[in-house]
Structure formats: structure tokens, C-alpha cells
């Protein structure tokens, strides 16, 4: 277990910026990572875990505390049931499994961070989300001070949420479990309009495995969400904003604001409709590359705010500041950051 002092914490997140660590503690095995959140428990410590910072925006202040970093490796695969270790890198064990021939997860390909931040957002992308896959998630339940195994419906997933999203402080996630699919090489149905046009088939086709992950690669890569380290693009959270879910009267109030224009809508639980915030950020007159600060919106995509190499998480936030209040005033809609924000607010 390596455990360091006021330590740097902007190069361990994909934006690159926010202050330091009190202390960083970085562990490699599952009882490390244990040993560590007791020890911080037991002390009274705030405690910040984190993956490979790609969700995260850490404030100028940085964190007065311990951070722990959860570099675990684990990839089991039984059959279907494929068994990862939180620190395993996402990406890389989405392709592994493609490699294997198993569907379920092969449209979340390119996603940055680990697997063990998974399930807190319920990751999601190209009309694949992790929730439909995983069985069980093994974590730390700190209110009871020992480990618990979680069903998927225990998890209480939704649209980028979870019971550990919305429980921050009790769950550290060791494990995850999925079922995968054996279609003998073909990928899940396709569910994305975009994703069934490149491939030149059918939304509900299936396609081979690897150009499906080859699909979502080229795709995410032309919108700046494949990290790149010479593209200050992908130097973001990915999407800063989650796409507005509107009750049936906030929906009619928003569609008496559109002027004759056709907003992306699609069907939610509970009778709500899900609306697109890249296109209320890109109509409220924020579009591609806006700002002129060390922050701007990607060249790329509008949902996405971007570090140009000198951005504070000040800076950052006053960018998503303005953007958030000229969406509210063009249309009455409230964006919600999707990042986890320390000690920072919106
Ligand atoms: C270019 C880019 C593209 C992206 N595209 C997508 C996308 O298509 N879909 C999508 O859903 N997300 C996307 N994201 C967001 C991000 O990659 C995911 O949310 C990812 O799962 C975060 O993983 P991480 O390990 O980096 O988490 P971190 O950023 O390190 O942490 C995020 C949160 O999870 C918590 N956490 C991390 N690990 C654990 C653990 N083991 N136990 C308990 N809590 C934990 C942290 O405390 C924090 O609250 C994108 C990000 C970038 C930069």
C-alpha cells in the first residue's frame, strides 16, 4: 500500500486540474483497500475513493483528507460470468471480453476509468447500460464495517444512478459481476439509431462483436470521448450534464418554449420524457468550442467542457455556471452536473 502526502490530484483525473491530496493512499489488493477505509473510518477521516478520475471534479482547494485510490486487477471469466476486480480498467476488459466472443458489454467500450465506478452511474452508452448485465457487486459496507454482496436489483439502478451514487459515503465497490451472452460472435441487438447507422443494418439486428466495438470506438473518437492525451478535447468528464428528465407539465412548459422547433424526446418511467442536453446547450446559444477562457466546451461536443491545459476547477465551473443558467433561461430546464463533484458545487 503506497500512501503519500499533500499529493497532486489533477493528474489522476481526466480534466487535469482541481488541488492536492492530504494524503493518498493507493491499494492493490482487496484487503488494502479494506484495511485503508477502516483505518480512515476509525480515525474520523474523510475519505474520497476514486478510480481513474474520469468522473470526478476536484475543487481548487483539493481534499483535506484521505484519498484512496483503488488500483486492484482482477478478470475472472467463468463461462459467462465474468468476475472483475474495482481497479480494472474499463476499457480494456470491454475489449478482452469481445476478444472472448461474449456480448453485453461491448457497446460500453472506450468508456474511460475502472470497473468498480461502473455500477455508482450505471454507465451507459449506445443504448447499453451496465446495469442489464451485472449480477452482483461485491463492496465494502462501511455502516456495517464489513463486505456484502449485492444483487443487481439490490443495486437500484436507473438512468446514471444507483443505491451507491445515492448513498456516497457507505459503499466501496471491490467486485463486479456480470452474465454475459454467448450469440456465437454477434454483438447484443444494436439500440442506437446511430450506432445501426454506421454499421448499414437495422436498429434490433445484431452484428459481429468487434465491429460493434470497432463502431463505438470510431464514433465516441469523432466526438472527443476516447481519452487522447494530445487532444485537450478529451481533457473533460465526458458529458458534464445528464440529459433532463421532464415530468408531463415540466414537458409542456418546455415545448411552449420551443418557437416551432423539434426538441429530441424519448419515453421515461413514470410517463416523464427524457430530453437531449447537448441539443438545449447547443440551442441556448452555447455551441461547439464556446467560451473563450482555459475552459471551453469540446470542439467537438457540446456536452462535454474541456481543460485547454491551464483551467482551474474555477474556471470550470463558471463555464458550467453560464451554461446552466442560459439553458434555464431559454427553456426553463434545470441541467444537472453528471461528475461527482468534491468540494465544489454547481
Ligand atoms: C472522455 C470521457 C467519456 C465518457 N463517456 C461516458 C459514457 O459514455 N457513459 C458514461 O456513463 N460515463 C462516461 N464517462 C464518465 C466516466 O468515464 C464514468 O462515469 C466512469 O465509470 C468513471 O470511472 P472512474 O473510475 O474514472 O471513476 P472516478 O471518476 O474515479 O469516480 C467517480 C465516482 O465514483 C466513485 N467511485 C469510484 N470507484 C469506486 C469504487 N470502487 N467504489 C465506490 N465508489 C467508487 C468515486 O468516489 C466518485 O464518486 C466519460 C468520461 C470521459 C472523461
Not at 17 to 23: F, N, Q, S, V
Not at 38 to 55: F, K, M, T, W, Y
Amino acid at each position: 500500500m503506497l500512501v503519500q502526502h499533500d499529493a497532486p490530484l489533477a493528474p489522476l483525473t481526466t480534466l487535469r486540474l482541481g488541488g492536492p491530496a492530504r494524503r493518498l493512499v493507493t491499494a492493490t489488493t482487496d484487503a488494502e483497500v479494506v484495511s485503508a477505509v477502516r483505518e480512515a473510518d476509525a480515525a474520523g477521516e474523510p475519505l474520497l475513493v476514486i478510480g481513474g478520475g474520469s468522473n470526478l471534479v476536484i475543487g481548487d482547494a483539493g481534499f483535506d483528507g484521505t484519498v484512496l485510490r483503488i488500483a486492484t486487477t482482477g478478470f475472472e471469466l467463468d463461462g459467462t460470468v465474468l468476475e472483475l476486480a474495482a481497479g480494472e480498467v474499463w476499457a480494456e476488459a470491454v475489449a478482452r471480453t469481445v476478444d472472448k466472443g461474449l456480448a453485453g458489454i461491448e457497446f460500453l467500450a472506450g468508456i474511460p476509468g475502472s470497473a468498480g465506478a461502473t455500477p455508482v452511474q450505471n454507465v451507459g452508452a449506445y443504448g447499453q447500460e451496465v446495469s442489464t448485465g451485472i449480477t452482483e457487486v461485491v463492496a465494502y459496507d462501511r455502516r456495517a464495517g464489513e463486505s456484502v454482496t449485492l444483487t443487481g436489483e439490490e443495486c437500484g439502478f436507473s438512468y446514471r444512478h444507483s443505491r451507491f451514487k445515492a448513498d456516497p459515503e457507505r459503499y466501496v465497490v471491490l467486485r463486479v459481476r456480470f452474465r454475459l451472452e454467448d450469440n456465437g460472435g454477434l454483438s447484443t441487438p444494436v439500440r442506437y439509431a446511430e450506432t445501426a447507422r454506421y454499421l448499414g443494418v437495422e436498429v434490433g439486428e445484431r452484428v459481429d462483436l468487434a465491429a460493434a466495438r470497432d463502431a463505438v470506438l470510431r464514433l465516441r473518437a469523432g466526438k472527443g470521448m476516447v481519452l487522447d492525451a494530445a487532444d485537450h478535447d478529451t481533457w473533460s468528464a465526458g458529458s458534464f450534464f445528464t440529459n433532463p428528465i421532464l415530468t408531463a407539465d415540466q414537458y409542456a412548459d418546455f415545448r411552449a418554449r420551443l418557437d416551432g422547433r423539434t426538441a429530441p424526446a424519448y419515453p421515461a418511467p413514470d410517463g416523464c420524457t427524457k430530453t437531449s442536453a447537448a441539443w438545449l446547450i447547443d440551442q441556448a446559444g452555447f455551441g461547439k468550442g464556446y467560451g473563450a477562457g482555459p475552459a471551453t466546451l469540446s470542439t467537438k461536443h457540446t456536452l462535454a467542457l474541456t481543460n485547454r491545459g491551464a483551467a482551474t476547477a474555477g474556471d470550470l465551473l463558471a463555464l458550467a455556471r453560464e451554461i446552466r443558467d442560459g439553458v434555464r433561461a431559454a427553456f426553463g430546464v434545470e441541467l444537472v452536473n453528471e461528475p461527482v463533484m468534491v468540494g465544489v458545487e454547481l
